[in-house]
């Protein structure tokens, strides 16, 4: 089936150090977004490449960044990582950037920091 | 700033009890409208939209959504829940005509008893 895989599906890592986390899609869809979904609370847009066009949200702290080497993968770089960055990650694809195109999800990654 | 509001955080139902989860947006332009449902241990799956048209939109499992443009309100309904619909329900909204870009509330946790 074709579907959007996030890996990996729990994630710990330390108080600054670098993680990354990855997401694949077999749908050959041209957007693909990263959203931040912290405990009891709305999944928050983070930033979204239309093919390679990179499109960061306003509120997006400096520390995320993303990368995206080709239609099927992205990722997700957090570059020192701080007990407010432990979240769930959901990543998400949409055929093209027109608002009345469904997004499909990945099953998430939670992210720990100890 | 696009806002959306899930009044109720945590329903408990018994098996055939009906269900009204409320949703209420905060936009001044035309919207579109999800409803996203999450099963446990699972991804966001799209569970029906509302782009335009007729204001009473039916999604798949038996799930209903009515919009009324007059109250901001997009409200999910069904009739009779079972047991297999306990997961966790997002609303969500994004400009029609514009960017793809989702506006979701932070969610309902619904539990269904047997």
């Known amino acids: 089936d074709a579907m959007v895989i996030q890996n990996p599906r729990y994630q710990v890592t330390q108080f600054g150090k670098p993680v990354t986390l990855s997401c694949s899609q077999t749908?050959?869809?041209?957007?693909m977004y990263w959203y931040q979904q912290k405990s009891s609370q709305a999944p928050k847009l983070l930033f979204h490449y239309y093919d390679k066009d990179f499109n960061n949200e306003a509120d997006t702290p400096d520390n995320f960044q993303s990368r995206r080497p080709n239609t099927s993968f992205c990722f997700l770089d957090i570059r020192s990582p701080g007990l407010g960055d432990a979240a769930m990650y959901l990543c998400a694809t949409s055929s093209d950037s027109y608002s009345n195109q469904p997004q499909h999800f990945g099953d998430g990654t939670r992210l720990s920091i100890l | 700033a696009q806002s959306v509001s899930q009044h109720n955080h945590h329903v408990i139902l018994s098996e055939a009890a009906s269900l009204e989860l409320g949703c209420n947006y905060s936009y001044g332009g035309t919207v579109n409208l999800f409803w996203y449902v999450q099963y446990p241990g699972q991804h966001l799956q799209l569970l029906l939209k509302y782009f335009s048209g007729d204001p009473l939109v039916k999604g798949i499992k038996g799930f209903e959504a009515e919009f009324i443009k007059s109250k901001f309100s997009f409200n999910l309904r069904k009739p009779s829940v079972q047991w297999s619909d306990t997961a966790e329900y997002f609303c969500?909204?994004?400009?029609?005509?514009?960017?793809?870009?989702?506006?979701f509330g932070a969610g309902t946790r619904l539990a269904v008893h047997p």
């Open positions: 749908l050959n869809h041209n957007v």
């Open positions: 969500a909204v994004n400009a029609a005509g514009g960017y793809n870009k989702l506006i």
